[in-house]
């Protein structure tokens, strides 16, 4: 069973979703539609990261 009670676990999730799913568009677009595909991927990716981090601090989560 996974305990989940910081909400790291979805964010990890989303960002995975988000790295994956950028990868295949950015792969596919072509080269003057790729800067489209980063800018609409790129700050949810570092927002989530942002915030993963946080909690971390906050709960003290050294893992």
Known sequence: MIDDRTGLLWTAIVGCLL???GYVLYSQLSPTLRP???LIFAPPLVLLTIR???VRSAT???T
């Open 19 to 21: 790295v994956g799913v």
């Open 52 to 54: 993963w981090l946080a």
């Open 36 to 38: 489209l595909a980063v």
């Open 60 to 62: 003290g989560d050294s």
